[in-house]
């Protein structure tokens, strides 16, 4: 028998990201304000209706917080002051803990390519970025022409920018956040 006390899903996200979803009364400003709402499988209230109601499997399974642009115009319209956008954040996280496989690979693809060249040249250098993301999503053929035309004009930059002191710094915040991540 199994006398570990456990968290509800609300709870959980309460725990994680310091926000209260029981406080929504369900008026919808969050959703009609969201700018990519017509896209996602699951509006931004009704995800918060469905954290309440415990549905994690579906939540943490469905494509909206990939979806999410964390614009936080959710989080500024909501009238009870919940932050939408740090709860949108922590099921991410949560969703990547529990190893659940994204419905939307192109996102998470962009997040890990973006980081990657972040710690590599101290920002983002977005050939080598779009390059990692073409190899993960194996989307090779497809934007190739618009990166092309960008390239003409100037847009994208075949090397990257090198600053030492500025990769150090980037290095150093990198190795902090590893050392906060071991110590929770």
Known sequence: MN??????????????????????????????????????????????HSIRLGR?????GSKTMWLCASCETCSTRCPRDIDIAKIMDNLKILSVEK?????????SAFYSSA?????????IHE?????????????????LKLGLQMMRMGKIKLL????????????DIFANVKKREKGQ
């Open 127 to 143: 050939l080598s970025m779009v390059t990692e993301i073409k190899l993960k999503t194996h989307q090779f053929m497809r934007d």
């Open 56 to 60: 994690e499997e579906f939540i943490l």
């Open 3 to 48: 006398l570990t006390p456990t968290l509800s899903f609300a709870e959980e996200i309460r725990k994680r990201s310091g926000e209260d979803v029981n406080l929504c009364y369900q008026c919808g400003r969050c959703s009609a304000g969201c700018p990519t709402s017509y896209i996602m499988d699951v509006v931004p209230h009704r995800l918060i």
């Open 160 to 171: 990257p920018e090198t600053n030492a002191t500025r990769r150090g710094i980037v290095r």
């Open 99 to 107: 190893g659940i496989k994204t419905p939307v690979p192109e996102v």
């Open 115 to 123: 980081l990657n060249s972040i710690r590599r040249f101290g920002r």
